[in-house]
């Protein structure tokens, strides 16, 4: 057989990690700076804390510590790493911060690593895009890590906005293993364009003078500095979007694999909203006990929260080798997705 040939080969999910921001921010210290309280915060989110990077951390130091952690977990050397997909809307450059995961982690082989961008649902796109390269790549070993940092994009003075949102990374390592032993059974994903409008963090101009002034200069040109604005969301319509979508995502990947939900061990949702959790279990008829939720602890960490969330499960045991997941995010773009997958 030609060396370089590619013969299809599955995928499983063999270690996890996290890692969160030493900074906890309560519903109570939010309090003394915008008009809320830790009851209606709770209430209306059932968050009551969250992480927020502050003086010399960095997004990409969770994201590595996150990776390091699932390496040993699934007891991988960095080398034999060949691929690392970032997760990410809030890198620390804008050309991207995959590449400096496995720099961090010491990989000699100097393995591919590239951002995907899509807020909330990154993470699962992103397991997705895992699978393809070792299905239909020849890949051995991808690390997926999501990591976010929403607070530098967050109006503080918002409060229907400042109280969802928190910082913390997440990885898992998918490996290639024979077809058999396949772990990652379908997946839906989709996406809306329509819906930006109701969640977004646009590019605004400076309100600067022109670097060359009027002095003949053609209109419009050197263009402004930008930056990017602080996150808008509409609430309500994003709520509605989420129960509408997460239900009928998740059917279809159920009708893709052949399972029905009865069959599902655990139910693992983007940590939005409580609310939301609790709606779109209750739509497809899951029992609480059978709902991952650590959103009282970090909120709203988008690309990180379905990895942060599987970590502390799988490291508190109650996530076992064997047990079947459905994990759905959702979120900016409009973007939305499903992936039922099963651990170890």
């Not at 279990?281 to 942060?308: D, F, H």
Request: glycine residues 10%; charged residues 20%; contains cysteine.
């Amino acid at each position: 057989m030609p060396k370089n040939r590619l013969v299809s080969k599955g995928c499983k999910l063999v270690g996890c990690g996290s890692a969160v921001p030493s900074l906890q921010v309560s519903n109570d210290d939010l309090a003394k700076i915008v008009e809320t309280s830790d009851e209606w915060i709770s209430v209306r989110t059932g968050i009551r804390n969250r992480r927020v990077l502050s003086g010399k951390e960095s997004l990409t130091n969770l994201a590595a510590e996150a990776a390091s952690r699932a390496l040993e977990m699934a007891e991988v050397d960095p080398d034999d790493v060949d691929l690392v997909l970032l997760c990410t809307s809030t890198p620390e450059d804008l050309f991207g911060g995959a590449p400096q995961i496995p720099k961090a982690l010491g990989c000699k082989n100097n393995p591919l690593a590239y951002d995907i961008t899509a807020a909330c649902s990154g993470f699962v796109l992103g397991l997705v895009s895992a699978s393809c390269y070792i299905r239909g790549g020849g890949f051995r070993n991808v690390l997926v890590v999501g990591a976010d940092s929403l607070s530098r994009f967050t109006d503080w003075t918002d409060r229907g906005t400042c109280i969802l949102f928190g910082d913390a990374a997440g990885a898992v390592l998918l490996q290639a293993c024979d077809i058999e032993e396949d772990g990652l059974f379908s997946f839906d994903l989709h996406s809306d364009g329509g819906g930006q409008r109701h969640l977004n963090a646009g590019i605004k101009r400076n309100d600067i003078d022109d670097v060359l002034g009027s002095n003949g200069s053609v209109l419009g040109f050197p263009p402004k500095q930008s930056s990017y604005s602080c996150i808008h969301m509409n609430g309500k319509e994003v709520f509605r979007f989420a129960v509408r979508v997460v239900p009928q995502t998740i059917e279809s990947s159920l009708q893709k694999a052949g399972l029905n939900m009865s069959s599902i061990d655990w139910l693992l949702l983007h940590q939005a909203n409580q609310r939301i959790l609790d709606a779109v279990a209750t739509r497809l008829e899951v029992p609480s006990e059978r709902v991952i939720s650590n959103l009282a602890n970090y909120g709203n960490t988008s690309a990180a929260s379905i990895p942060l969330a599987l970590d502390e499960a799988v490291r508190s045991g109650k996530v076992k080798s064997g047990h079947t997941i459905v994990a759905a995010g959702f979120g900016a773009g409009l973007t939305w997705g499903s992936v039922i997958l099963r651990w170890g």
